[in-house]
């Protein structure tokens, strides 16, 4: 490999540096029938599952067709993106908050011959590419993080559980059966970095094991106070200890009080804390982001713990097709999966979605864990 | 020709949902190939090698990528995050493998030539893997060395005109819903109020000087497709103080059956004829709606803009016309005191060039939090420490029933020596001039 250079010169790397830029204006993007009628839409519709028409005061159209892809994405399958928006929409596309692609055409016809392409374009090993689908009252893309394909923190893989999660709801992606939107998040560990607290159902890696302490490296690679500093339970503690006949500064863990959250290891890198038989999955329900009809509310653990079982984690999607379909069949029109628990009482959640009810579930973390209590005689038998 | 074996990962490329496995397959062998003859910049195999560890994972029910890493570009404290990988003897292309953070346009539209010149710089200098997006909107460039950090960061801000986004302590790239561009329901410009802060507060976001994240989202209104509300420290969530507007024939379209309700999301399923009263009066939350006599009646004044009946009836029913939006502070996600919503701050506030009023609302909050704020504190764990009464009077706004879900349940008030008349000076032996001891 020869070093190709971009005309940086790393002798003077102020030279004709351009920096704080930003991102381009968003208007250098919009396709001209938005550009035209920016600020001025009349109303939307939902002819069919993906396919999207947007009227303007000025009466003009735009049809927007719909399809889910994996966030983990390679330029061949962008530039193949392209090819379809050179096609179709005059090179103009743009992605959802939620990892689809949105393309828009100007007639239905446009529209349907694109969702057909769409739907066609399969990989080698046959899945879609492509797959028209995520509108309305159905089950749209999981928003995801990056797990064991490239984070250091993560009890779980995140494009592995969300393939074998949305393969067994697929048809729920791809229709607008259910009594409204559930969206489906995935986080594989407690940071979060894509929040899931607030999702109708959020599956949560977790770690069960507190972390190992390296105590050989610990004060090279670590500042003790930061590591102190970082529990949230005051679990650990600064010390010294005898570590192959000599004297090293490190810290002791305080087993019990840890919860898990591996915010250490985030701060000391020499407290790792993932391990097979300890890690996996807790799956959460009924919360959601938006304020129509109920306030906005977070997700509720109803089950603690499922084994990591890659590559398909049957458990796990076993559980969550048995969560959608419960409330599938029960839920009104418009109700959301938190509200429609919350109208029936946990207790018939629990029973009709199958789950079992543990003390793991009873929240025990400081105030708002009172809150979650039942205090009052209003129960069901 | 196959660099591992992968058969855990194979099984992931069958089922109907797009397999992130055979999109990586594809890259390797696109790479293998290399039909444009490139002089690829970090190891042409890199993708083997990523499903080669990747399976090892799989096999081994553990991550192997290594604790960060501090790499960047020169002047930056944010827009890359270093990677190694635990078994780079096993699994040398990825070696060294560190993210990318590209700030995305407002509403993530693109022209395929923005895109095209992206994967061709990424083809050279990369993986050939991305994002597309990250969690915070970003695109995220998945897999590079370090001498290419420089040399991808020239080529983005002098070919593309573009920037990196954020990460550590920082203002991490402000993202917003697609807004007034295709959405009627958009009560204020949430992508040009998300450019127009992302570019006065660049040096906020590329150099940390932050007690830890602090994020901004723009929702056009209160359906919050960003997530604002549960996600980012400041949320920027759109509304209307005046009245919906309402076309009473066009109401009556969609109780006569001529016009699916809620605009058609709901069609998959045969739900029985639309009912008014039941699907839009009685989930009505402040029961501000009453439908007699064939005409819809609002008492706009007790409306709490939840936007159920607009959804429901979009073509009868329209957000009004005094718009802007509501300001929530605090969103965050669990860890570590628990997770947060935005709490409501400011109710309303207009939406207009040069958005003076909301820069110095925002930069109020930032100095007492850069003042206050503790190592690694977001904005909301900093509220519940100090008080959402603080936050109040930093930012110079009056208290008002809308900031509270309802008043405290305990009476520990904190009084200040000014609010008690005489003051907190007292004289023992003036009290005991009342009072035998």
Do not use: L, R, S
């Given at each position: 490999m020869a070093f190709i250079s971009s005309g940086y010169n790393p002798e003077k790397p102020m030279e004709g540096r351009i920096t704080d830029i930003g991102p381009r204006h968003f208007t250098e993007f919009l396709p001209p029938v938005l550009a035209k009628n920016k600020g001025a839409w009349d109303y939307h519709e939902i002819l069919e599952p993906g396919v999207l028409l947007h009227v303007a005061l000025s009466g003009d159209k735009v049809y927007t067709v719909r399809c889910g892809g994996a966030r983990l994405m390679s330029i061949t399958h962008i530039r193949e993106i392209c090819d379809i928006a050179d096609k179709y929409c005059g090179g103009h596309l743009r992605f959802t908050t939620r990892n689809n692609i949105e393309f828009m055409v100007g007639s239905l016809d446009e529209a349907k011959a694109l969702k057909a392409d769409l739907n066609g374009r399969k990989f080698s090993g046959g899945s879609h590419k492509f797959p028209v689908g995520g509108t309305g009252a159905g089950v749209t893309n999981i928003v995801h993080t990056q797990g064991w394909v490239h984070c250091h923190t993560p009890a779980t893989d995140a494009s592995g559980t969300v393939k074998a999660t949305m393969d067994v709801v697929f048809e729920e992606f791809q229709n607008m059966r259910l009594p409204a939107p559930v969206r489906i998040s995935m986080a594989c560990c407690l940071n979060m970095c894509g929040a899931v607290h607030a999702s109708d159902i959020a599956i949560l890696g977790i770690h069960r094991k507190p972390p190992i302490i390296d105590h050989e490296n610990l004060d090279n690679v670590c500042e003790v106070p930061l590591a102190v500093a970082a529990c949230p339970t005051g679990a650990i503690r600064p010390t010294k200890i005898e570590y192959q006949g000599k004297q090293v500064n490190t810290v002791a863990v305080k087993q019990e009080r840890?919860?898990?959250?591996?915010n250490c290891y985030t701060m000391c890198p020499a407290m790792p804390l993932s391990d097979k038989d300890g890690d996996g999955i807790a799956i959460m329900v009924g919360g959601k982001i938006s304020n129509r009809i109920t306030k906005p509310s977070f997700s509720k653990v109803v089950v603690p713990f499922i084994p990591n079982e890659p590559p398909r984690w049957p458990s796990m999607t076993k559980v969550i097709k048995q969560i959608l379909d419960a409330y599938s069949a029960d839920a009104h029109k418009y109700e959301r999966l938190g509200d429609w628990a919350n109208r029936i009482g946990w207790e018939r959640f629990f029973e009709k979605c199958g789950l079992e009810f543990t003390a793991h579930l009873i929240d025990d973390f400081r105030d708002p864990a009172y809150y979650t209590w039942r205090q009052t005689t209003q129960f069901k038998f | 020709m196959v660099k591992h074996k992968t058969p855990l990962l194979d099984q992931l490329e069958s089922g109907p949902w797009p397999s992130f496995v055979s999109d990586i397959k594809q890259e390797a062998e696109h790479r293998q190939a290399n039909p444009k003859k490139l002089d690829y910049q970090v190891p042409a195999d890199c993708p083997d090698d990523l499903l080669g560890v990747l399976e090892l994972s799989y096999v081994d029910g553990e991550t192997h990528w290594k604790h960060g890493g501090i790499v960047g570009v020169f002047g930056y404290g944010g827009g890359v995050i270093g990677r190694y990988c635990d078994q780079p003897e096993k699994f040398p292309g990825v070696a060294h493998f560190h993210t990318m953070r590209v700030a995305q346009p407002s509403g993530m539209f693109y022209t395929t030539a923005f895109l095209r010149q992206l994967c061709d710089i990424w083809e050279l200098r990369g993986s050939g893997l991305t994002n597309m997006h990250g969690s915070t909107g970003d695109i995220v460039l998945i897999g590079t060395s370090t001498p290419q950090l420089e040399e991808i960061f020239h080529e983005l801000t002098h070919n593309m005109n573009n920037d990196l986004g954020g990460s550590g302590s920082n203002l991490r790239t402000p993202a917003c819903c697609l807004g007034e561009s295709r959405c009627e329901y958009a009560c204020y410009d949430s992508q040009e109020l998300c450019y127009q802060l992302t570019q006065e507060y660049q040096d906020e976001l590329h150099r940390p000087a932050f007690p830890y994240k602090f994020k901004f989202k723009f929702d056009g209104c209160s359906l919050c497709c960003v997530a604002s509300i549960a996600r980012s420290d400041m949320s920027f969530i759109g509304t209307w103080r005046d009245e919906i507007r309402v076309d009473q024939k066009t109401v009556a379209a969609y109780v006569g059956g001529e016009i699916a309700p809620n605009a058609g999301a709901h069609s998959g399923r045969d739900w029985g004829k639309f009912d008014i009263q039941k699907e839009v009066i009685d989930l009505c939350p402040s029961q501000c709606m009453r439908y007699e006599g064939g005409k819809l009646e609002i008492n706009n004044k007790e409306c709490v803009r939840c936007m159920h009946c607009i959804c429901v009836m979009p073509r009868a029913l329209k957000i009004g016309n005094d718009r802007g939006c509501s300001i929530l502070i605090g969103a965050k996600a669990p860890i570590l005191d628990g997770p947060q919503m935005g709490s409501l701050t400011i109710p309303f506030i207009k939406v207009e060039p040069p958005y003076d009023e909301i820069k110095e609302f925002i930069e109020n909050v930032w100095d007492w939090w850069m003042e206050e704020g503790k190592n690694r504190e977001r904005i909301g764990e900093t509220l519940k420490r100090l008080g959402f009464a603080k936050l109040l009077e930093v930012a110079g706004i009056k208290p008002d029933p809308r900031h509270v879900q309802e008043p405290r349940h305990n009476p520990y008030i904190f009084w200040k020596e000014d609010d008690v008349k005489g003051g907190w000076q007292r004289e023992i032996a003036d009290y005991r001039s009342r009072h035998q001891r």
């Open positions: 840890c919860m898990f959250c591996g | -």
